[in-house]
């Protein structure tokens, strides 16, 4: 009697034991799938915002360099002289720049830049 009261206590533990860890695998499992898949969707997404955002700021570099700012010999000139000239001169080529690119920088502000950055060779700021 105390034999098969054992062996059915065994039995009984065993089978909790396995039902228990059956459950657990399958639930880890079906755990790790979902956060996989979660993820998998945050990456498309992030990779097409960010596909998006480099097209955009693709095309609006386009447009500064090829068209309104630098697309202007006027501009260029100005900025070519500026590079050779002494402080004072520097000063006067400076607002003239400042003066031809100024409607165009209101219509940057309005698709997001916030800033244009006319710099030397040798990174020092120009405008």
Same mark, same amino acid.
């Given at each position: ?23 657990? &695998?399958?639930?880890?499992?079906? %755990? ?5 898949? +979660?993820? @998998? *969707? ?5 990779? $097409? ?34 590079? &050779?000239?002494?402080?004072?001169? %520097? ?5 003239? +720049?400042? @003066? *031809? ?5 209101? $219509? ?20």
């Amino acid at each position: 009697m105390i034999k098969s009261t054992f062996v059915a206590k065994l039995f009984a533990t065993l089978l909790f034991l396995t039902i228990y860890l059956f459950i657990f &695998f399958i639930t880890t499992k079906d %755990k790790e799938s979902r956060i996989n898949l +979660l993820l @998998e *969707q945050q990456i498309t997404t992030l990779k $097409h915002s960010c596909n998006a955002l480099k097209d955009r700021y693709d095309t609006i570099s386009k447009i500064i360099i090829n068209n309104e700012i630098l697309g202007n010999t006027q501009n260029l000139e100005l900025f070519y002289n500026a590079k &050779f000239a002494n402080n004072e001169e %520097k000063t006067r080529y400076r607002d003239a +720049l400042y @003066e *031809q690119i100024k409607p165009h920088f209101h $219509h940057f502000q309005e698709i997001g830049i916030e800033t244009v950055l006319f710099a030397f060779w040798d990174n020092k700021a120009f405008l």
